[in-house]
């Protein structure tokens, strides 16, 4: 298997431009998570889909980020208008539950930068 | 809750040094506990995982213990090489469904 795919790798836009990430999970698993990383805030979690539900989004820092999961090879998070305090490196992971003993995957990342 | 807390970086050890890196833990029940590690310019990888008490996770030379008694499971490896460095995170989940993360612990290695 390819691994969870992210894309860009890496995305310049100017501040009040809409922003698309994309993210394609390992086949076959049914949790697909989207996490966001600083240096000032560490790894924090933004939303997570069961089956592509959205099963909880309170990491959602406000209405300009939303997520969609339309089918489940694909998801997307949409940051709109987006502004410089939202340059970060976004994660997209996946995981197959069985038991508490499993692990989830991450893709390599979508490193955004607003200017 | 659930939360995990592991010591501050960054931390620099010279080749062939015995590395410690601490994480407890606060949760409800009884959780799995992982480290995972990130190379620069990549995402989280699974270094290694226990799901019980007493379990011991090992892989590439570095051991952790999962002891309830302390809530810690310390991440520890006898020789580190260059090719260690990275950025270690220890995580927890209650479910399986949902990981805490800890703030990361930054390691470099120095020849």
């Known amino acids: 298997d390819a691994g969870v795919i992210q894309s860009p790798r890496h995305e310049v836009t100017e501040m009040g431009q809409e922003v698309t990430l994309r993210c394609k999970p390992i086949s076959g698993h049914d949790y697909l998570f989207w996490y966001r990383q600083t240096m000032m805030r560490g790894l924090e979690l933004l939303i997570y889909?069961?089956?592509?539900?959205?099963?909880?989004d309170s990491g959602m820092p406000e209405d300009r980020f939303s997520a969609k999961m339309p089918n489940a090879s694909f998801s997307t998070l949409k940051i709109q208008p987006s502004e410089p305090r939202d340059s970060a490196v976004y994660f997209c992971?996946?995981?197959?539950?069985?038991?508490?003993?499993?692990?989830?995957?991450f893709g390599p990342g979508t490193r955004l930068t607003v200017l | 809750g659930n939360s995990v807390t592991q010591m501050e970086g960054p931390v620099t050890l010279s080749e062939e040094a015995f590395l410690t890196i601490n994480c407890t833990y606060t949760?409800?029940?009884?959780?799995?506990l992982f480290w995972y590690v990130q190379y620069p310019g990549e995402g989280l990888q699974l270094l290694l995982k226990?799901?019980?008490?007493?379990d011991k996770g090992s892989n590439k030379g570095f051991e952790a213990t999962y002891r309830k008694e302390t809530t810690s499971f310390h991440l520890e490896k006898g020789s580190v090489q260059v090719s260690d460095s990275a950025v270690y995170f220890c995580a927890l989940t209650p479910t399986g469904n949902q990981f805490y993360f800890g703030t990361g612990t930054s390691l470099t290695v120095i020849p």
């Open positions: 889909f069961n089956n592509n539900v959205p099963i909880d």
């Open positions: 226990a799901t019980k008490a007493d």
């Open positions: 949760a409800t029940g009884y959780p799995s």
């Open positions: 992971a996946s995981s197959f539950f069985r038991s508490s003993a499993d692990t989830q995957y």
